[in-house]
């Protein structure tokens, strides 16, 4: 009887006080990633969309619903990049924790810096719009670590007994991040103002951040596959501004991007937008390391300016 | 905002104070009251002066607080709102902000090709569809879509969802499609196809499909292999099929749902229906749908937008009671589809169903469909449809084509 208390005890002891690990869904690979970050083995997490993928069109997949069904909380990119896949999960998981609303359901979004938000006017003649501003934020490494801050204020208070332990991977996160930002400026100091070009709309916080000038895209608007005309007028504005870089997504076709290549002279480069975008890319500071390389790489190759 | 109407008020009675005090001078310097000497009013009157002095003065004072703090209060909300890291684009009116989600589909469909029956007329807004979708409170949401035919507004679906109930029941409360099959639960305009394949128009429902007034609780069934779904919904018994004579005779619907993923691109989906309930034909005769569905999709992750299979087929029995006792009828629909390019899609469907009430006449057919999206909000299609009907000597061959276009919220993508 007493051993079995005895052992009964010791199995209570060896369970960390705030119970089991806190299970998290995020909708991208760049959010769970985020969420490990700061919540190390005090959660365990899981991404929906995959980092190659376009994660305007996840497929709402009941395999989806039962990772939800489980979850305690939902991080969300927002700004209507998930609205086509999302909504339906949620509504499906049976999950009261994680609605829209709810303690559980986190938009990662509300504390970032949010670029393109429409201020005239818009209409579906410009495309696949986001009437909520550009949701590719989290390419930008200072959003990432609002994304971390906010990440960590959720679970700390979701799970206070761990508060400290979250706090300080926050910290050691937001040091590595600090150090990696120097790295990664030092980098591309010389290349400031360099023109590019993009496929989608995808870069416009990374472009920023990171001081490169977008002067046209290779999808006439976005959502709307490129067409001969832009592509023709697309391929003189590079030439007369003598674009040598063009960047794509890993998940768009490279034909046209190619034959614009061809053109101009232009590198296509396929940049990572996501973390798990290639197998190497295993964390949110390995993406911005792989891209930019790529990018210096290419920029030194082709002789840009 | 809502604060600034607070102080409004304060100001208001503020001011009017001070209107109402020059009225209550007047009607002393009006005359003396009777019974006073002209020196005791001569002092009352510079008395009242005074006071009226220094009230103006208080209230000017007052005033003057009242307007400094207003001011504050609005650069403190102005710098509020100049702090804010992304502040959400200001609706057009606090009255607006709760409006539900609103989108029209229209839906038109043109058709070319000698028919028997006449079959669908040559150009035909066949229907506008208007969606209505918000959160109704912390414990439901409600989705309303009216659809606006040539000669008919109907009510196509409204139901009001609970999607947290204890127990994990989803539940459904209003007019809704049945849960049987894959294609009864979708809209016209979410089909892969023009039309509604022959075993839809012969047995489950005709062109519209089986939809009643009702309730429906649906639950997963845990276990570690797949996603397993049971619903079951009570219905009033008043669609194609089923038809209640009193108000006991309810028509009952039962739908199991089995998903499993084959790896990230490849996922299999089985189902099984059952209906039950009066047909109406006489005072308890009844009808009882079967149905089971499989489908297998491929969808490569890296290429998603650009490619996708899909191959499905659905199989429907039903047992209609008569006067001269049951009539059993079968049929079903086989359908492959194609993603060759980012905006086209072909398809193939192949047709068999006997008739429900004359389960000797069987009809036969096949489509070939061709899909061009320019965009996710709108497609244009075209269907060859080639069938043999059980009573028309020769096969019918028709031409279908159809403009399909969205405005309005951004609805989910179907799976």
């Given at each position: 009887m007493s051993l079995l208390s005895i052992a009964t005890l010791a199995l209570l002891a060896s369970v960390?006080?705030?119970?089991?690990?806190?299970?998290?869904?995020a909708s991208t690979e760049d959010l769970a990633d985020l969420t490990r970050q700061v919540g190390g083995d005090r959660v365990k997490v899981e991404s929906i969309s995959r980092g190659y993928q376009d994660p305007h069109?996840?497929?709402?997949?009941?395999?989806?619903?039962?990772?939800?069904?489980?979850?305690?909380?939902?991080?969300?990119?927002?700004?209507?990049?998930?609205?086509?896949?999302?909504?339906?999960?949620?509504?499906?998981?049976?999950?009261?924790?994680?609605?829209?609303?709810?303690?559980?359901?986190l938009d990662a979004s509300l504390t970032a810096r949010i670029l393109e938000i429409p201020t005239t006017q818009i209409t579906r003649a410009m495309g696949d719009v986001?009437?909520?501003?550009?949701?590719?934020?989290?390419?930008?490494?200072?959003?990432?670590?609002?994304?971390a801050k906010a990440i960590l204020d959720k679970l700390s208070r979701m799970a206070p007994a761990d508060a400290a332990y979250f706090a300080s991977r926050y910290a050691d996160f937001d040091?590595?991040?600090?150090?990696?930002?120097?790295?990664?400026?030092?980098?591309m100091a010389p290349y400031k103002g360099l023109k590019v070009v993009t496929y989608h709309r995808s870069w416009p916080n990374f472009t920023d951040r990171f001081g490169l000038d977008v002067i046209g895209y290779v999808e006439p608007r976005p959502g709307i596959p490129p067409s001969p005309g832009h592509t023709i007028d697309l391929i003189g504005e590079m030439k007369r501004q003598n674009v040598k870089i063009l960047l794509v997504e890993p998940y768009f076709d490279l034909k046209t991007p190619h034959s614009i290549g061809r053109e101009t002279g232009a590198r296509v480069l396929v940049m990572l937008p996501s973390v798990g975008g290639e197998k190497e890319i295993t964390d949110y500071i390995k993406l911005f390391d792989y891209d930019l390389g790529l990018l210096v790489a290419a920029i030194r190759e082709t002789g840009a300016k | 905002m809502r604060c600034c109407v607070c102080f409004v008020p304060g100001l208001f009675l503020a001011a009017s104070g001070v209107l109402a005090l020059p009225a209550a001078v007047t009607a002393a310097e009006q005359g003396p009251p009777v019974g006073t000497t002209a020196s005791s009013v001569g002092d009352e009157v510079g008395e009242l002066r005074?006071?009226?002095?220094?009230?103006?003065?208080?209230?000017?004072?007052?005033?003057?607080?009242?307007?400094?703090?207003?001011l504050a209060f609005e650069g403190a909300q102005a710098q509020a709102a100049a702090l804010a890291p992304s502040p959400a684009p200001q609706a057009?009116?606090?009255?607006?902000?709760?409006?539900?989600?609103?989108?029209?589909?229209?839906?038109?469909?043109?058709?070319?090709?000698?028919?028997?029956?006449?079959?669908?007329?040559?150009?035909?807004?066949?229907?506008?569809?208007?969606?209505f979708q918000a959160v109704v409170d912390p414990y439901a949401r409600a989705d309303f879509f009216v659809t606006l035919g040539p000669d008919e507004v109907a009510l196509e679906e409204g139901y009001i969802t609970f999607p947290t109930l204890p127990g994990g029941l989803l539940t459904k409360v209003g007019k809704m499609r049945d849960a049987f099959g894959k294609l009864n639960g979708q809209h016209a305009h979410t089909l892969p196809f023009i039309d509604r394949p022959?075993?839809?128009?012969?047995?489950?429902?005709?062109?519209?499909?089986?939809?009643?007034?009702?309730?429906?609780?649906?639950?997963?069934?845990?276990?570690?292999?797949?996603?397993?779904?049971?619903?079951?919904?009570?219905?009033?018994?008043?669609?194609?099929?089923?038809?209640?004579?009193?108000?006991?005779?309810?028509?009952?619907?039962?739908?199991?749902?089995?998903?499993?993923?084959?790896?990230?691109?490849?996922?299999?989906?089985?189902?099984?229906?059952?209906?039950?309930?009066?047909?109406?034909?006489?005072?308890?005769?009844?009808?009882?749908?079967?149905?089971?569905?499989?489908?297998?999709?491929?969808?490569?992750?890296r290429r998603s937008i650009y490619t996708h299979f899909l191959a499905r087929g659905e199989l429907a029995w039903s047992r209609t009671g008569t006067a001269d006792g049951p009539l059993d009828a079968v049929g079903g629909y086989g359908y492959l589809e194609y993603q060759f390019a980012r905006r086209f899609t072909a398809g193939l469907r192949y047709d068999n169903s006997e008739r429900a009430e004359a389960p000797g006449l069987r009809d036969k057919g096949g489509s070939f469909i061709l899909t061009f999206k320019p965009s996710e909000f709108s497609l244009v299609r075209a269907q060859y449809r080639r069938t043999s009907f059980a009573d028309v000597d020769s096969p019918v061959n028709e031409l279908l084509f159809q403009f399909l276009f969205a405005i309005g919220a951004h609805g989910a993508h179907p799976f």
């Open positions: 960390p006080p705030a119970g089991a690990a806190l299970n998290v869904v069109y996840v497929e709402a997949k009941p395999s989806f619903i039962l990772k939800l069904a489980k979850a305690e909380l939902l991080v969300a990119v927002g700004r209507e990049l998930e609205i086509g896949w999302l909504p339906p999960l949620v509504q499906q998981s049976r999950n009261a924790r994680i609605q829209v609303g709810a303690d559980g359901y986001h009437p909520l501003g550009n949701p590719h934020y989290w390419l930008d490494p200072g959003n990432g670590r609002r994304v040091r590595r991040l600090g150090e990696a930002e120097k790295r990664w400026d030092a980098l | 005074r006071e009226l002095e220094s009230l103006r003065q208080d209230y000017a004072t007052r005033i003057a607080a009242l307007e400094a703090r207003l057009a009116g606090a009255s607006k902000i709760f409006n539900p989600d609103i989108a029209a589909i229209g839906n038109f469909v043109g058709a070319a090709g000698q028919s028997p029956g006449g079959g669908e007329p040559s150009l035909n807004m066949q229907e506008a569809e208007l969606s022959l075993v839809t128009q012969n047995i489950t429902g005709g062109e519209d499909g089986l939809a009643d007034a009702g309730i429906s609780v649906a639950r997963l069934i845990p276990n570690s292999w797949l996603f397993l779904e049971a619903t079951g919904q009570v219905y009033q018994g008043n669609s194609e099929v089923f038809k209640a004579p009193t108000r006991g005779d309810l028509a009952y619907v039962g739908h199991l749902r089995a998903y499993r993923d084959l790896g990230e691109s490849t996922n299999v989906d089985l189902g099984g229906s059952i209906a039950y309930g009066h047909n109406g034909v006489t005072e308890d005769a009844t009808t009882r749908l079967l149905g089971v569905d499989a489908t297998l999709r491929w969808k490569p992750l």
